[in-house]
Structures are given as structure tokens and as C-alpha cells.
T-cell receptor
Framework: EAGVTQSPTHLIKTRGQQATLRCSPISGHTSVYWYQQALGLGLQFLLWYDEGEERNRGNFPPRFSGRQFPNYSSELNVNALELEDSALYLC??????????????FGEGSRLTVL | DAKTTQPTSMDCAEGRAANLPCNHSTISGNEYVYWYRQIHSQGPQYIIHGLKNNETNEMASLIITEDRKSSTLILPHATLRDTAVYYCIVRGNTGGFKTIFGAGTRLFVKA
């Protein structure tokens, strides 16, 4: 069974540009979570999508946005990139509904570098 | 927002048990305790979770105090590959909830 896949693995952008990161959850999982991890720091919760809807977002400005598609894959968009957006962006998926054990399954991340 | 408290770092000798504590004094009745670990620059990996009973799987054991205000993750025979940041998290188990990670405990396993 394929795990959570993220693309691209690495992305280099310049200040002011836009970045788009993609995530494919494990088959059957309907929830997708996005986290930002700056170098040497912990995971900061960004966004949670379930069944195509944004369910919750962390303390990030509106230029961080995303969406979840009908096949439950997800996209994270970061507009007007700033130097401090350089980080590892992690996607996780989780099944929902009764019987779910609630654990998150993470991808290996997309490393965004803003120059 | 994190509702758990963990030591910043710990050392453990290879082959010995690693006992990682976590305080979650504000845990509510329907919240589970989850443990994850993150090996350098990789995505976090789920280890184990529990509600009130002690749990064991192939990776670790989880001991939860009777009042549920604290727990301990036990790696019975730590290896060098267990060197990682270990995160203790509390969250509900019904449907999806945003999962907030704290700073975790950096475990160094030494030969």
C-alpha cells in the first residue's frame, strides 16, 4: 500500500513568488493535514481538510491557502513568498469516521527554500 | 496550544530501556495520548496511542497513570536508530481533529 506522497521534494523560489505543494493521501483516507517545520523547530499546524472542506487552520496569514480535491488529494499554496517561509512542509493523512484509530501518517515532506 | 509538557532532551545507553515522560494534566475524558517520533528531516512516524490502559506494540510500550495526567513511553532496548525527537500529543479520537505538536523530547541513544 502506497504511503502519503508529496511533491515536489525540493522547491526553490524567490521572494514574492508563489509556491504550490501537492499531497496524495493514503488510499481511503479522507483527512489531510498540512504542517510547517522551519529548520530546527517543531511542527506548526497549518491546515486540516476533510471531505473537501477546510475544517481548521493554524495561526498563519491568509497567503497560506489550500484545497482538497474530490479524490482527497490536496494542494497547499503560499503566495507572496517571504524568506521566513523557507521550511519543510509536511502533509499527513488520516482516516475518519467510526473505527478510525486517529493516527496520522506523514509524507516525507517538501522542502521550500525562498531566496 | 500544545497541552503536553516533555523534557527537552534525554540520553540513553544503547541496549538499555529509554523512558520518555509526558505530562498532560489537562487531558479530558475523551482524549487519547499519542506518541510520534521524527528522525532527522524525515516525516514523523506514529508509535503508539492509548486512552487509559497500558498499551504495547512491536515498537514500544505506553504506560498511562491512573489519573491520566501523565504517561511514559518505553523503548525497551534502545538502539542508535532510535535517536530522534519524540512527540507526545493528546487529541480526541472521533473523526479528525487538528493535532498540535509541541517541542518534543530529543532522545540521544549513545553507544
Amino acid at each position: 500500500e502506497a504511503g502519503v506522497t508529496q511533491s515536489p521534494t525540493h522547491l526553490i523560489k524567490t521572494r514574492g513568488q508563489q509556491a504550490t505543494l501537492r499531497c496524495s493521501p493514503i488510499s481511503g483516507h479522507t483527512s489531510v493535514y498540512w504542517y510547517q517545520q522551519a529548520l530546527g523547530l517543531g511542527l506548526q499546524f497549518l491546515l486540516w481538510y476533510d471531505e473537501g472542506e477546510e475544517r481548521n487552520r493554524g495561526n498563519f496569514p491568509p497567503r497560506f491557502s489550500g484545497r482538497q480535491f474530490p479524490n482527497y488529494s490536496s494542494e497547499l499554496n503560499v503566495n507572496a513568498l517571504e524568506l521566513e517561509d523557507s521550511a519543510l512542509y509536511l502533509c499527513a493523512s488520516s482516516p475518519t469516521g467510526t473505527g478510525s484509530t486517529g493516527e496520522l501518517f506523514f509524507g516525507e515532506g517538501s522542502r521550500l527554500t525562498v531566496l | 496550544d500544545a497541552k503536553t509538557t516533555q523534557p527537552t532532551s534525554m540520553d540513553c545507553a544503547e541496549g538499555r530501556a529509554a523512558n520518555l515522560p509526558c505530562n498532560h494534566s489537562t487531558i479530558s475524558g475523551n482524549e487519547y495520548v499519542y506518541w510520534y517520533r521524527q528522525i532527522h528531516s524525515q516525516g514523523p512516524q506514529y508509535i503508539i496511542h492509548g486512552l487509559k490502559n497500558n498499551e504495547t506494540n512491536e515498537m514500544a510500550s505506553l504506560i498511562i497513570t491512573e489519573d491520566r495526567k501523565s504517561s511514559t513511553l518505553i523503548l525497551p532496548h534502545a538502539t542508535l536508530r532510535d535517536t530522534a525527537v519524540y512527540y507526545c500529543i493528546v487529541r480526541g479520537n472521533t473523526g479528525g481533529f487538528k493535532t498540535i505538536f509541541g517541542a518534543g523530547t530529543r532522545l540521544f541513544v549513545k553507544a
